[in-house]
């Protein structure tokens, strides 16, 4: 399962904590890595097997910045086929929001998109999704979601939501703010205590109780060697 928690650590959604706004930092794209530099992050799956079924549902919209940002489409489409590749792994896809019966299906949801307003029932539907075990991917700005009435509905179901643009604050970030992680998870073992990308990041959200951080952005200046209990303070 390890390249699936890597799908989590190259979108690096909304668990991080940051040091810096860094808005007027360039956005420039991550190079593609080789296999080699891959496996060091995943290990090698070629032998690994699924003790069970696994049911994935993708959860997308429509585009809504343009220039290669917020490529809810093509993210979805270069993913999905991916994943079906995986013995015992089946994907369904859902556009805006899932039926009552694809909750029903589903293991594990992995949404990207901008939420509609989503109705008091289908947030009920989400939350029986999630108290029932249900596992959420919620990749960058799907933890925004508006009417801001209904985020605390929203941190209930994926951990935390949007604020709104006075109390949380985004960033773009480059190699020179690190992501550092904590490597005693589960979800992040065997990997290195930081990784650097080029990425954009949300912070200062509203969280639901319970929510732990495993990643944390900060400053590579003054850092080198940090662990992340360094940088969290924990």
């Not at 992050?41 to 069970?52: F, V």
């Not at 859902?94 to 990207?112: C, V």
């Not at 979601?145 to 109390?167: M, Q, T």
């Not at 490597?183 to 969280?207: C, I």
């Amino acid at each position: 399962m390890k390249h699936l928690y890597l799908i989590l650590l190259l979108c690096s959604v909304g668990w991080l904590l940051a040091a810096d706004r860094g808005q007027k930092t360039e956005p420039r794209p991550n190079k593609p890595l080789s296999q080699a530099e891959v496996l060091k992050l995943t290990g090698d799956w070629k032998d690994s097997k699924l003790s069970r079924d696994i049911r994935i549902l993708w959860l997308f919209g429509p585009e809504d910045h343009g220039g290669g940002e917020h490529d809810y489409v093509r993210i979805k489409e270069l993913f999905v086929p991916m994943l079906k590749t995986i013995p015992r792994v089946t994907v369904e896809e859902a556009y805006l929001f899932p039926s009552k019966e694809q909750f029903e299906r589903a293991d594990l949801m992995i949404q990207f998109l901008h939420l509609p307003d989503l109705t008091d029932q289908q947030l009920k539907h989400f939350q029986s999704f999630v108290n029932r075990g249900g596992g959420v991917v919620s990749i960058h700005e799907s933890c925004i979601i508006r009417p801001l009435a209904r985020a605390e509905k929203l941190a209930k179901c994926i951990g935390c939501s949007w604020k709104g643009n006075r109390d949380s604050h985004w960033g773009k970030f480059s190699h020179d703010h690190p992501l550092f992680l904590k490597t005693d998870h589960p979800a992040f073992k065997g990997l290195p205590g930081s990784v650097l990308l080029n990425d954009e990041s949300y912070w200062s959200l509203l969280k639901r109780e319970g929510v732990e951080v495993i990643g944390t952005i900060a400053p590579a200046n003054g850092n080198a060697g940090a662990s992340f209990e360094d940088i969290s303070g924990s």
